[in-house]
């Protein structure tokens, strides 16, 4: 099996973790469970002894247009699904510029903003056990029951590229931080909001390391430089514990935390 060197440092979007092989998975799927399977780990937190990883081969880097239909290979990056979808005029896809991941990690999380959602216009996706229709998966706010790799997914074909809401996504964008972190940390409890709650528990800011909630939007737990996985998960933990001592709320993490 193929494998590749990767440094999370610079691979990941909080820019932490190790350098570690990683397994490129191509066509023979047998191995899979042995490992965690990553896209752009744009919403991922790696620790200091993360499982085995992997990544799927460019061979699933692909986007074509067949029997109506918009085919998209599971390692393709959203920035390149955007680029296509506006070079060729189609529909529905204009909020992706502004998610990074690949195709897989969109799907997997149901990746969106509001309520532009990936499986909006989703048909089926490709395992390597074969097509599952979209009625046959269970899905909801950033998260699926999907627990096979996602090689291929397909979407219904719309024409017409609305640049009005590329520029609406943009202005939403405008009040996040640029400095690297995994988007929200935690997922919205139903009626509140996550970043509501860390602030009012007194954490927007606070510095654990070069780790904080931003100040910008206390959802984000950004990395000031040298940010490190015990610092993020202190303020993980900590905004956890007295959210649910002041409010009675638990804040489920939406990213995805690998340490085992
Ligand atoms: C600045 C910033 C802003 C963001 N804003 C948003 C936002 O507004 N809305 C939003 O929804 N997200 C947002 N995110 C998070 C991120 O864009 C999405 O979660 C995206 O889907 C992650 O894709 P990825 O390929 O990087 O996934 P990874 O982080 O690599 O993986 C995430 C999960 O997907 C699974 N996965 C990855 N590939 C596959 C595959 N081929 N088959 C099966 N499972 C797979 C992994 O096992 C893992 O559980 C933001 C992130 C950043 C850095």
């Known amino acids: 099996m193929q494998t590749k060197r990767i440094n999370f440092k610079n691979y990941s979007s909080f820019k ?16 899979i469970d042995n490992y965690f399977l990553l896209g752009a780990c744009n919403n991922t937190l790696i620790g ?21 239909a918009l085919h998209i290979g599971g390692a393709t ?5 955007a680029s296509f979808c506006k070079k060729h005029d189609i529909a529905n896809f ?42 046959d998966i269970s899905y909801g ?5 999907i627990s096979e790799p996602i090689l291929e997914a397909s979407f219904d074909l719309r024409y017409g590229f609305d640049i009005e809401k590329v520029n ?25 909001y996550a970043g509501r709650l860390i602030e009012a528990v007194g954490l927007k800011g606070l ?30 933990k900590e905004a956890q514990k007295r959210v649910l001592d002041e409010f009675d709320i638990t804040l489920e993490c939406e990213i995805v935390i690998l340490e085992t």
């Open 94 to 135: 204009e909020f992706v510029s502004h998610l990074p991941g690949k195709l897989g990690g969109l799907v997997y999380m149901n990746a969106g903003l509001k309520e532009f959602e990936i499986f909006n216009h989703l048909l089926n996706i490709t395992t390597p056990k074969g097509v599952k229709q979209k009625q």
């Open 16 to 31: 932490i973790g190790a350098s570690h092989e990683v397994f490129i998975f191509e066509d023979d799927f047998s191995q």
């Open 48 to 68: 200091n002894n993360p499982p085995p990883l992997a990544i799927l081969s460019k061979k699933y880097d692909y986007i074509k247009i067949e029997n109506n």
């Open 207 to 236: 510095m654990r390391g070069d780790m904080c909630f931003s100040e910008q939007h206390a959802n984000f737990l950004v990395n000031n430089g040298d940010g490190k996985f015990e610092d993020a998960m202190w303020l993980i």
């Open 141 to 145: 706010y950033r998260k699926t029951d």
């Open 77 to 81: 990056p959203s920035g390149k699904i």
């Open 168 to 192: 609406m996504f943009k202005k939403m964008r405008s009040n996040q931080p640029s400095t690297p972190s995994a988007g929200s940390c935690f997922k919205n409890p139903q009626g509140d």
